[in-house]
């Protein structure tokens, strides 16, 4: 009965949000090509409603009237000039006499490229158009021919900004998907590596790149993550953030179980493991699916490092993020109910602190960790050197005025300091980190440390209840595998790890299976 009651409210908490329901669309049949060039060019103009970034050149080749399209800006006049003019040219010299005899000379019998494709339709052209093809059409055929003639700007890959690390490669995930995928390819010389592009999104048709090894991943985990994307019902997809929910479990819970990296050395190194790895054009993020609680405390200097240095690191880690969500909650708890637990010289020193500030010990940590979240903020909106000075003057202006005026404590400054310091340490859990700092606040500030150990004690067991695909979170430390320590807490030398790859589904606990859709 507890269960019916709880699938009820969240059935009416969720219709609460939903839009209303918009009469379902009949699937839009395709306009197939037509035989005559100028029927062509006028279904192409009326369907983008002659937009100016639409080039057109309509010319006659050995007595056929033909028209070379192109999107301004992305396509590169240079590779044009030599893939699609030149033997363009070269063709009234080859006793090129009727459409097909044109078609089969540019097709067959010249090298105008790699990437080279029939089209038959109209929304084929536009794909290839917006994607930076040249699309050539023939009067008298009622197909034509996509060439890759690439030229559009995008940013130089060069290292990214959230994964730095002291050894190993510079190099980070660009935007264009081509040159993501290449970047893996290169480090990656096996012929088991596998891309597989989609489309997703609506409207903006985005192309999406599945990789993964296929001697090393679970077929019935593939089949679902692609089950999975094709089921996504959006319009538009700008960013992998957009994907990143309909790939996440079931239980809510504040952390995800869909990774994400800017470094092409780190994904190889997933994929090779089992994992799949979504690239998305437009993004510099790739997600990792499935991923583990463990892997937000390794980078890939663990790796380059000597071993008993990176067991260092790692138990800082482990120990800074117990730190930041716990520490001011701590604080609180101790301060308002358990004040005896505080040694006496640092109690006299506190209680001193707090005789002359006017809120309550609960109310001034909320206060001063919202106020310290929105500085955070507007120095990371911010250009970067005005952010800069914007941490500048909160640190020092801010911080200083406040203890000063005796609206803060100086203790809790140095709290707060400490919990903002401790929880750059592991910054790809920074979320869910920020907002259970504020809710150990609440808990001790009005139920002590007993509030404090029973929230401690649900965040553990959401963390360890959380299993997607049939792979537990918390795995290899819930369920427990002693083989799989040596890369937990403690990293063991290669020439341990070298001697067997681990994989995802050799775990203990996973029990890989598809998920259906619900009906």
Not at 27 to 32: A, F, I
Not at 150 to 170: A, K, L, M, T
């Amino acid at each position: 009965m507890g269960n019916g009651i709880f699938r009820y409210l969240k059935s009416k908490f969720t219709a609460a949000f939903m839009p209303p329901e918009e009469p379902v669309d009949q699937p839009e049949t395709q306009t197939k090509l037509s035989e005559k060039l100028m029927d062509n060019m006028v279904t192409l103009r009326e369907k983008c409603r002659n937009t100016s970034d639409l080039m057109a050149r309509e010319v006659t080749v050995a007595g056929t009237p033909i028209s070379v399209l192109g999107m301004e800006g992305m396509i590169s006049y240079e590779t044009l000039t030599k893939m699609v003019l030149d033997p363009l040219l070269r063709s009234e010299d080859k006793n090129v006499q009727t459409p097909e005899e044109l078609y089969q000379y540019l097709r067959t019998k010249t090298v105008i490229g790699m990437d080279v494709n029939d089209v038959y339709s109209t929304d084929e052209v536009f794909t290839f158009l917006m994607s930076g093809f040249t699309v050539i059409l023939i009067d008298g055929l009622s197909k034509g021919i996509a060439i890759g003639t690439q030229g559009f700007q995008f940013r130089s890959v060069s290292e990214p900004d959230s994964e730095v690390n002291v050894r190993g490669s510079r190099e980070g995930f660009t935007e264009p998907i081509r040159i993501n995928m290449s970047m893996v390819r290169r480090r990656l010389k096996s012929p088991e590596l596998r891309f597989e592009l989609m489309q997703v999104g609506k409207v903006s048709r985005t192309d999406i790149c599945l990789i993964y090894m296929t001697d090393t991943v679970d077929n019935a985990l593939l089949r679902d993550v692609r089950r999975k994307l094709k089921q996504i019902k959006l319009d538009v997809i700008l960013e992998s953030g957009y994907l990143q929910p309909f790939l996440e479990g079931k239980p809510l819970s504040l952390f995800s179980d869909v990774g994400t990296t800017e470094r092409p050395d780190t994904l190889c190194a997933k994929i090779a493991e089992g994992r799949i790895a979504i690239l998305v054009d437009g993004s510099p993020f790739a997600l990792i699916v499935p991923f583990l609680f463990s892997e937000n405390f390794q980078s890939l200097d663990d790796y380059c490092h000597r071993p008993y240095y990176t067991t260092f690191i790692r138990i800082l880690k482990y120990i800074s993020f117990f730190f930041t969500i716990l520490l001011p909650g701590l604080y609180v708890g101790i301060g308002t109910f358990h004040p005896e637990l505080f040694p006496h010289a640092l109690l006299y020193n506190i209680a001193a602190a707090e005789e002359t500030t006017p809120l309550p010990l609960v109310l001034e940590a909320l206060v001063i960790h919202f106020i310290y979240e929105v500085m955070r903020e507007a120095g990371l909106r911010l250009p970067r050197p005005i952010g800069h000075a914007v941490s500048i003057v909160g640190a020092l202006v801010i911080g200083d005025a406040a203890v000063t005026a005796g609206l803060i404590g100086a203790p809790m400054v140095m709290v707060v300091a400490l919990t903002a310091i401790s929880s750059f340490v592991v910054p790809s859990i920074y979320e869910p980190v920020a907002i259970l700092r504020f809710a150990f606040i609440i808990l001790g500030g009005t139920t002590g440390l007993y509030g404090i150990t029973i929230g401690l004690t649900l965040v553990i067991f959401n963390m360890t209840g959380l299993s997607h695909f049939g792979i537990p979170y918390t795995a290899p430390i819930s369920p427990f595998s002693l083989r799989a320590q040596r890369d937990v807490f403690y990293r063991a030398g290669w020439r341990i790890l070298g001697k067997r790859t681990a994989k995802i589904q050799k775990l203990n606990g996973v029990d890989i299976h598809e998920t259906f859709p619900e009906e």
